[in-house]
């Protein structure tokens, strides 16, 4: 156990989550929770709703999206009760990764709080499923410095590990997507990430990348879809 403060001004995205909370309320849907790349999936940032692009094997509605600002692992445990609780999702899709890591929180920090949040879930939704994103480079990680890329290593195996003793728990692999390299040769080889596919902050994606990552997370949601 060990004991820190925040690394965040943890109300920083009151706003964003007041958003959530005019909502209808559908319970029993896939939660989307954390990460700019959700928050940015909406015809608010010039892309399409994730809420109306990931559907059902019977073609309605299966997700409903609250990622929200830069958010990281802190802040989405902060805003659970608010965010996640009222939904009652049957599954949580949680990504945090670039987010945490910016703030200063170091990768065991990150999926220590992750487990939490996804503690709080299983008693309070028996038989919910978690899927658990791990690093996503982007154009920027061409550039990286060296301890950043041994930190997105060392996440990512975190994250693979607490999948492996979780039966409940899903990796998704978006470090290893073949489609964000130039080929399936180049997987894990940042120099080889295709640029196209990111807007001018070479994080978030343009609206192709945002059809990849709609084709790859269905397949990923697969169990529960």
């Not at 909370?21 to 940015?40: A, C, D, H, Q, W």
């Not at 038989?127 to 990512?156: H, M, S, W």
């Amino acid at each position: 156990m060990f004991v820190y403060d925040p690394k965040v001004q943890l109300d920083r995205f009151e706003d964003e989550i007041r958003e959530f909370e005019k909502k209808p309320v559908k319970k029993g849907l896939i939660m989307l929770y954390g990460s700019s790349n959700f928050t940015r999936w909406s015809e608010k940032y010039g892309n399409v709703n994730a809420e109306d692009v990931l559907l059902g094997k019977d073609g309605r509605q299966a997700v409903v999206n609250h990622g929200f600002g830069g958010a990281t692992s802190e802040e989405m445990l902060y805003y659970y009760p608010r965010a996640v609780r009222p939904w009652a999702p049957r599954a949580l899709v949680l990504s945090t990764y670039g987010n945490g890591m910016g703030k200063g929180y170091m990768p065991f920090e990150k999926i220590f709080i992750q487990a939490r949040i996804m503690d709080y879930a299983r008693q309070e939704f028996p038989g919910i499923k978690f899927f658990l994103c791990n690093a996503a480079p982007d154009a920027n990680t061409k550039n990286a410095k060296n301890q950043r890329k041994v930190a997105i290593a060392e996440y990512n195996e975190l994250c693979a590990d607490y999948c492996r003793k979780h039966s409940d728990a899903y990796l998704v692999d978006r470090h290893g997507r073949p489609e964000i390299y130039d080929s399936p040769d180049h997987i894990g080889e940042y120099d080889h990430i295709r640029d196209e596919l990111f807007i001018e902050d070479k994080t978030h994606f343009t609206p192709e990348g945002y059809e990849l990552y709609r084709l790859f997370l269905l397949k990923a949601l697969e169990p529960v879809l």
